[in-house]
Each structure stands twice: as structure tokens, then as C-alpha cells.
């Protein structure tokens, strides 16, 4: 079973502060996501990643950034943290290939930007 | 660019009765379909996606291109679907997935 593992379930952070929220899954896959989910928004894609190193923009990529060193591993940063920040981001992967799978989701972390 | 529509952003039915969510997408190429499920405080997960053509936990969706839509169908409803739903889009050239705004579905006994 794919597990997609994202490192806090809530985060308190003040504006202007540098904020990672870290992901890390467990399947080899290639497809790293980036999502925020907000009432009435649904899910909006920020960023995401086909492959180690690469990274594409999503929908709302402002005020954000990612890293990808290792396939495992897919990191959102927020590099000045604002109020309207606040919100529930979610890591997803899948695989490529012929066989591509549906989206695996973590746990989501909530954020609160005060 | 895709776009995912689901216009009811509430739908509340009796347990017993059957269900309808609806979906609508504008892609010009041929889509991938999508609904996801997220049960209270459970991670978002897949509920079926359109080529499997399965029904799970009675649910069941069909792809109508002509009116592109992939409503999501239940003829018995019953208290422990009440959850969010939503509708998703893959393009078939690509691998990232675009979202509706969902619907939350509310099962009363």
C-alpha cells in the first residue's frame, strides 16, 4: 500500500516567517504534487514534479517554492509567510508510465499563518 | 487549460434514497476521470475512476463526452457516504491532475 507521509499534522507559524512543509513517499514514484484545499476552492494545484531536480507550476504558484533533491522526498516552502497562506496543503504522488496511477494522498498539514 | 465544475457544493439526501453528484469538465482532448472521497478526518482516496467502469460501495460513474460529464450515481444512499466529494481530470498527455470545488454529501437517517 502506497503511504505518502507529510511531517506535521499542524503548523503555527507568524507572517514573514520561512515556512518547509516536507513530503516523503514510499513507492518509487516519479509524480510529486502540491495541493491546497480551501472551502468552496477545492484542491488547487501549486506545484509539482515529474522527476527529481524538476519541478513544473501549477495554478497558484506564487508565494511558494519546492524542492525536489531525492525522488522520495518533495518540499513546499514558503519563503515569507502571509495570513492569506492560511490552509490545508495536501502531498500527493503517482506513477508515470503506462501504467499511471491514480493520485495517493498524505494526511494534509494545516497551516496557520497568524 | 481544464476545468472541473461541480455545481452543488452541498447536496443532503435521505439514507435510502438515491444520489446524484454532479461533474462537469471542459477539456477539448480525451480525459482521464476522477472522484475522490474524503471521509471525516481520513485522507483524501480514490473512489473510482472511469476506465475501471467498477462500482465502488455502490457507486458507480459514467463518462459522457458528448455532454462531458462524469456524474457520480447511487441508488440507495446510505449515512456512511456522508463525506466530500470530488471530481478530478488527468489529460491524457499529462500527469498532473486538476480538482472541482467538491461537494459535501449529507446522508440524514
Known amino acids: 500500500d502506497v503511504k505518502v507521509t507529510q511531517s506535521s499534522r499542524y503548523l503555527v507559524k507568524r507572517t514573514g516567517e520561512k515556512v518547509f512543509l516536507e513530503c516523503v513517499q514510499d513507492m518509487d514514484h516519479e509524480n510529486m504534487f502540491w495541493y491546497r484545499q480551501d472551502p468552496g476552492l477545492g484542491l488547487r494545484l501549486i506545484y509539482f514534479s515529474y522527476d527529481v531536480k524538476m519541478k513544473e507550476k501549477g495554478d497558484i504558484p506564487e508565494g511558494y517554492s519546492v524542492s525536489r533533491e531525492k525522488k522520495e522526498r518533495f518540499s513546499l516552502i514558503l519563503e515569507s509567510a502571509s495570513t492569506n497562506q492560511t490552509s490545508m496543503y495536501l502531498c500527493?504522488?503517482?506513477?508515470?508510465?503506462?501504467?499511471?496511477?491514480?493520485?495517493?494522498f498524505g494526511n494534509g498539514t494545516r497551516l496557520t499563518v497568524t | 487549460a481544464q476545468r472541473v465544475t461541480q455545481p452543488e457544493k452541498l447536496l443532503s439526501v435521505f439514507k435510502g434514497a438515491p444520489v446524484e453528484l454532479k461533474c462537469n469538465y471542459s477539456?477539448?482532448?480525451?480525459?482521464?476521470l476522477f472522484w475522490y472521497v474524503q471521509y471525516s478526518r481520513q485522507r483524501l482516496q480514490l473512489l473510482l475512476r472511469h476506465i475501471s467502469r467498477e462500482s465502488i460501495k455502490g457507486f458507480t460513474a459514467d463518462l459522457n463526452k458528448g455532454e462531458t460529464s462524469f456524474h457520480l450515481k447511487k441508488p440507495f444512499a446510505q449515512e456512511e457516504d456522508s463525506a466530500m466529494y470530488y471530481c478530478a481530470l488527468r489529460r491524457n498527455n499529462n500527469n498532473d491532475m486538476r480538482f472541482g470545488a467538491g461537494t459535501r454529501l449529507t446522508v440524514k437517517p
Open positions: 477539456y477539448s482532448g480525451s480525459p482521464e
Open positions: 500527493a504522488s503517482s506513477a508515470q508510465g503506462q501504467g499511471r496511477s491514480p493520485l495517493h
